[in-house]
């Protein structure tokens, strides 16, 4: 079968919009895609040691719920995003010098990353 | 004969109503319309958190959960749903799904769309 593209951003670090990117990113990895992770604006906190996912107000019940499942964390699903393959690129960012990733990400243009989610199998952006 | 193939992906329950909305127009046009429902998303694939809907709202959305099931419209719920854990009352009509569900209806779509 033809290998599937897939194209992943996420856009925000909320707890809520962070597992979805990193769940299809993680889902697609696994199936054999070639998948691009891209991290802009707030998402790419996700990307930072220091990052704690935090649900949105009236939300919070997710924490809990995902502790009580045994949910892997948002750091540990991207931990596996990065083995299962996924490369990690970050959009039209300025990185400021307190900034530490946790995995290696490549700064890309938001034009570059437009020309690979032209091409995939599916481009999504949470 | 289905003119295209619609995914909708929805993560927040508060924007359950406006995608219901979205995906009745689309299968008015007889396009094809599956829809997933994940984390607080899929709350309103319980039955219990209806009956809190139905208490404390009007039926609304009830409704258009009927609607849209009628129109042929598929509801999944994401398998690995936390809110499983504590026993999710699955509506009629939804099935469980998992990612290679989601990612095998993805790539057959013409749009995929996230809320």
Not at chain 1, 78 to 99: P, S, T
Not at chain 2, 24 to 46: K, Q, T
Not at chain 2, 61 to 84: R, S
Not at chain 2, 96 to 107: D, I, Q, R, W
């Amino acid at each position: 079968m033809e290998k599937k593209k897939v194209v992943v951003m996420a856009l925000h670090d909320e707890l809520e919009s962070a597992y979805p990117p990193l769940n299809v990113a993680v889902g697609a990895a696994s199936s054999g895609a070639d998948v691009i992770l891209a991290f802009s604006r707030r998402g790419v906190n996700i990307l930072d040691k220091r990052y704690v996912s935090v649900p949105s107000e009236d939300l919070e019940y997710l924490s809990n719920a995902l502790n009580d499942f045994g949910v892997a964390s948002v750091h540990d699903l991207l931990g596996i995003a990065v083995e299962m393959g996924a490369q990690l690129y970050v959009v039209d960012m300025d990185v400021n010098n307190h900034f530490e990733f946790i995995h290696p990400a490549e700064q890309v243009p938001i034009k570059w990353l437009l020309n690979e989610a032209a091409s995939a199998d599916l481009f999504m952006h949470f | 004969m289905a003119n295209k193939k619609f995914v909708y992906f929805v993560s927040l329950s508060s924007n359950v109503p406006y995608v219901l909305k979205k995906a009745l127009r689309n299968a008015e046009e007889e396009d094809e319309v599956s829809i997933f429902f994940d984390l607080d998303g899929a709350r309103v694939l319980d039955k219990r958190y209806m009956k809190i809907m139905e208490r404390t709202h009007n039926m609304d959305l009830q409704q258009l959960m009927q609607q849209a099931l009628d129109k042929g419209i598929k509801f999944f719920g994401c398998q690995m749903n936390v809110l499983i854990a504590d026993g999710l009352e699955l509506v009629d009509g939804a099935q469980l799904s998992g990612v290679a569900t989601f990612l095998e209806t993805a790539y057959q779509a013409d749009a995929v769309l996230s809320y």
